[in-house]
């Protein structure tokens, strides 16, 4: 099946600083990108989808100037989490939708847990 | 809207024994697409089975099927034979077909296989 990593892991980083987080699709092409944040115990919530080469859609309540989503070719898109705060640690998870292959099919990352402190 | 329920945010099953994860949704789209995914303790979301709105046939994979029905609008995972590894959360989602194809996901159900 389709390889999507996720780097880093796990960041651990202070208030006020920039995290970015990096979503790759490892064997397909990724024409569509979504980023997802889940909070300890509850659902996933999806933050925003991202095409490769134009700006990304935000839902609804997301900052668009705090999670800034980057989508510059069909291998990778990045999550940038700027002047972090407490409030956004939490576990980002990517998913990667190709142009081929299983219509449905919808292949995530293993996530990344960040902590600010 | 789309809407996706899960009301069991808990269950115990005796290993072997077969176990149903509910599940119901609410769309106006006439053409979506059901999933369910299992996230163990370790974070990721692992793919289980999909179900397409006008599929004629349950789906299944392996020991998992979907009992799907489409005039209650719900989507039941069945897991036969559990296993100890099975143990983990189950995810149902629901995406449209022409839309952005983004997964609108309900909230959970925790399963815990007991020995």
């Known amino acids: 099946g389709a390889v999507v990593s996720q780097h880093p892991s796990r960041v651990i980083c202070k208030s006020g600083t920039s995290v970015k987080i990096e979503c790759r699709s490892l064997d397909f092409q990724a024409t569509t990108m979504f980023w997802y944040r889940q909070f300890p115990k509850q659902s996933l919530m999806l933050m925003a989808t991202s095409n490769e080469g134009s700006k990304a859609t935000y839902e609804q309540g997301v900052e668009k100037d705090k999670f800034l989503i980057n989508h510059a070719s069909l291998t990778l898109s990045t999550l940038t989490v700027t002047s972090a705060h407490p409030e956004d640690s939490s576990f980002y998870i990517c998913?990667?939708?190709?142009?081929?292959?299983?219509?449905?099919?919808?292949?995530f990352g293993p996530g990344t847990r960040l902590t600010v402190t | 809207a789309q809407k996706i329920t899960q009301t069991q945010p808990g269950m115990f099953v005796q290993e072997k024994e077969a176990v149903t994860l509910d599940c119901t949704y609410d769309t106006s789209d006439p053409s979506y697409g059901l999933f369910w995914y299992k996230q163990p303790s370790s974070g990721e979301m692992i793919f289980l089975i999909y179900?397409?709105?006008?599929?004629?046939q349950n789906a299944t994979e392996g020991r998992y099927s979907l009992n799907f029905q489409k005039a209650r609008k719900s989507a039941n995972l069945v897991i036969s034979a559990s296993q100890l590894g099975d143990s983990a959360m189950y995810f149902c989602?629901?995406?449209?077909?022409?839309?952005?194809?983004?997964?609108?996901f309900g909230t959970g159900t925790r399963l815990t296989i007991i020995p």
């Open positions: 179900q397409g709105s006008y599929d004629q």
């Open positions: 998913s990667a939708r190709g142009s081929s292959g299983v219509s449905y099919e919808q292949y």
């Open positions: 989602a629901m995406r449209e077909e022409f839309g952005n194809e983004k997964l609108t």
